[in-house]
C-alpha cells in the first residue's frame, strides 16, 4: 500500500520549477501521483515506503530548492 507524502517547498518562482521537481521525482520508481505547485508552494506525492520520505526531500533540495515540512499521511 502506498504512502501519501505532503511536501512544502521554498523557492518555486514559476511553472518551470513546479516541473523540473515533477521530473526529477518521476525517475524515481517507487513514486506515483506526482503534483507540485508553485503558487502554493506544496508537493504532493505517493511512495511505496515511507523511509523513502528522505530521498524524496534530498533530490528537491540537490535541485535547489528547500523542502520546509514533509509529512507522511
Request: charge should be negative; charged fraction near 25%.
Amino acid at each position: 500500500m502506498a504512502t501519501h507524502l505532503v511536501l512544502k517547498i521554498e523557492g518555486m518562482t514559476c511553472g518551470g520549477c513546479s516541473n523540473s521537481i515533477t521530473a526529477r521525482l518521476r525517475k524515481f520508481d517507487f513514486a506515483e501521483n506526482i503534483n507540485v505547485d508553485w503558487e502554493s508552494g506544496k508537493g504532493e506525492l505517493d511512495i511505496a515506503d515511507p523511509s523513502q520520505k528522505d530521498t524524496v526531500v534530498e533530490a528537491i533540495n540537490q535541485l535547489g530548492y528547500k523542502v520546509v515540512e514533509a509529512k507522511v499521511e
